[in-house]
């Protein structure tokens, strides 16, 4: 999902009031005076009266990255849409202070990876575009 400076949304990333705080939590870091393109990593909890509830009751957990882009990212931006789009294999890969995307190649690491490396530090790496194809046919609710 991205948030801009403007207030303008494009896409979502779940909806509801949890959707509703970060997007919140993402202006107020684009409001900070000095603010920089470091990035960060919250963690939401669905359910109610625990640590970092998001408001939602679901019983899932979610780790949002909130990282700022500046237009020196805006070629990794195209390469993302690029990869997503063709479904080639490229992968996106994010730190604390970068965000790249890597062109196809025979890759031994995994789809998807997060690791907390502090409190501050995280490395996501995600391959780009849809793993798989479902089918649905019939009818019906």
């Known amino acids: 999902m991205a948030v801009a400076d403007d207030g303008e949304l494009l896409g979502s990333i779940g909806g509801g009031v949890m959707e509703v705080n970060l997007v919140d939590h993402a202006q107020r870091i684009l409001s900070e ?43 990794q931006v195209k390469a993302a849409i690029r990869g997503a789009e063709d479904r080639d294999g490229s992968y996106l890969y994010l730190t604390s202070e970068s965000f790249r995307v890597e062109p196809p190649k025979n890759r031994t690491e995994d789809d998807f990876k997060f690791t907390r490396l502090s409190e501050a530090d995280f490395e996501f790496g995600e391959q780009l575009g849809a793993k798989n194809d479902l089918f649905i046919v019939g009818g019906g609710h």
Not at 37 to 51: E, L, Q
């Open 33 to 75: 005076p000095g603010a920089t393109a470091t990035g960060s990593s919250v963690d939401r909890v669905h359910r109610k009266n625990v640590t970092n509830a998001s408001g939602m009751i679901c019983s899932g957990k979610q780790t949002v990255i909130f990282k700022m882009l500046t237009p020196s990212d805006l070629e």
